[in-house]
């Protein structure tokens, strides 16, 4: 089961609003990633976490906050967002071991379309 | 830094054609990973294949193929005998380490499309 699971597929939210969007994985993966993909370019990863601990922050604007409750979940809380910030989120996950570069593949999710009004 | 060039932005075949995506990659590292993933307007990035710097072998997967050469710093992708389902943005990607993560740096992407 190569699968990554990604809820909502659709998300529209004020600029108000608090939403969540959700990453499953059940690979046994202990790395997991969050891109943000906008039209006509290649995604831009955002966060990764390893061993359920954040590894890589890219400079991500504080409105996006990751929390990864365990080894087969990802969420990313959106709190305060703006137009620009409508995108496909990605969700990624692939094998990971401490010390050692290993080049895994990452595995895709179908993505979450979020429209910010 | 690393980088990934696809130049070619957009291609359009007519079916059964074949075809090659080009991509031209930059690193520092003597240990690095390249990969092509393919994404169809559903939107999900569909991993195709990963090579790694010590093996130069070309490879086949029936209608694509792969070519890797490391004195060219070239990774092409060719598919054989298009098909319409083969409509899809390419993206190749290199991988690297950062903050004691694995990190993949991607190609702006190549559109194909492939007309019947």
């Known amino acids: 089961d190569t699968e990554v699971t990604q809820t909502p597929k659709h998300l529209v939210m004020g600029m108000t609003n608090k939403k969540s969007l959700k990453c499953e994985q059940h690979?046994?993966?202990?790395?997991m990633y969050w891109y943000k993909q906008k039209a006509k370019k290649p995604p831009e990863l955002m966060f990764v976490y390893s061993y359920e601990k954040l590894s890589i922050n890219e400079s991500v604007p504080s409105r996006f906050s990751p929390e990864c409750p365990n080894s087969s979940l990802l969420n990313l809380h959106l709190h305060a967002l703006q137009p620009e910030d409508s995108a496909l989120y990605l969700c990624?996950?692939?094998?990971?071991?401490?010390?050692?570069?290993?080049?895994?593949?990452?595995?895709f999710g179908p993505g979450t379309r979020l429209t910010v009004t | 830094a690393q980088k990934v060039t696809q130049a070619q932005t957009e291609i359009s075949v007519v079916e059964k054609e074949d075809v090659t995506l080009d991509c031209v990659y930059e690193?520092?590292?003597?240990?690095?990973?390249l990969f092509w993933y393919k994404q169809p307007p559903s939107g999900e990035l569909v991993f195709l294949i990963r090579?790694?710097?010590?093996?130069?072998q070309n490879e086949i997967s029936g209608r694509y193929s792969w070519n890797f050469q490391k004195s060219t710093s070239s990774f092409n992708f060719t598919i054989t005998a298009s098909q319409v389902v083969d409509s899809a943005v390419y993206f190749c990607a290199l991988s690297g380490i950062q903050g004691g993560s694995e990190k993949l740096v991607f190609g702006k992407g190549t559109k194909l499309t492939v007309n019947p």
């Open positions: 090579r790694n710097s010590f093996d130069e």
């Open positions: 990624a996950s692939s094998p990971t071991f401490s010390g050692r570069f290993h080049g895994y593949e990452q595995y």
């Open positions: 690979m046994g993966h202990r790395a």
């Open positions: 690193t520092r590292d003597t240990t690095y990973y």
